[in-house]
């Protein structure tokens, strides 16, 4: 069984960076599946910027849907995968399929594999529900469908940090 480690924080707080440390240490070749997609400029921008810290020990895997199958054809194969992010990986899931339920059985299907993968794997996760009740249904979706997510990636996870103005602090392993 491999190690899983999960990383919460809100925005811009440290967690790639964090995460990206944590498996630089595994060796290379490192996996780096990436959930987001560009659609605008902005966008474009923050995948540029993650890309640009990134050196040649790094294959990135864009999947903005099926990532417990890319998690599961790229097992062995890496010495370590980082998962950036989860919460785009469920915004992805949320606007595809308008069904939350459905999100998180995604969800429970990737931490059903856990067990039986043999690469570590690093998840980045935000955590979105520390702020105020949003006014729309499909925020205030979305916020709890995060937090459920974020707590059964926490529940099963070997480690688990969170990352508080670019300082992380351990809470699990």
Request: aromatic content about 6%; overall charge negative.
């Amino acid at each position: 069984m491999s190690k899983i480690i999960f990383i919460t924080g809100g925005a811009r707080s440290g967690k790639s960076r964090l995460a990206e440390e944590i498996a630089l240490k595994h060796g290379a070749p490192l996996g780096y599946i990436a959930t987001g997609q560009s659609g605008d400029g902005e966008m474009e921008e923050r995948i540029a910027r993650h890309r640009s810290r990134r050196g040649p020990d790094w294959q990135t895997l864009e999947e903005p849907l099926q990532l417990a199958e890319v998690v599961r054809g790229h097992d062995g194969y890496f010495q370590a995968m980082l998962v950036d992010c989860v919460t785009l990986w469920l915004t992805n899931l949320l606007l595809t399929y308008d069904d939350a339920p459905r999100a998180l059985a995604g969800v429970k299907e990737l931490t059903g594999m856990f067990p039986h993968l043999t690469t570590p794997l690093i998840l980045v996760s935000n955590e979105v529900g520390m702020g105020i009740v949003p006014e729309n249904r499909l925020a205030r979706t979305f916020r709890d469908l995060a937090g459920e997510a974020n707590e059964l990636l926490a529940a099963t996870a070997d480690e688990v940090y969170v990352t508080i103005s670019g300082l992380p602090l351990k809470l699990k392993g």
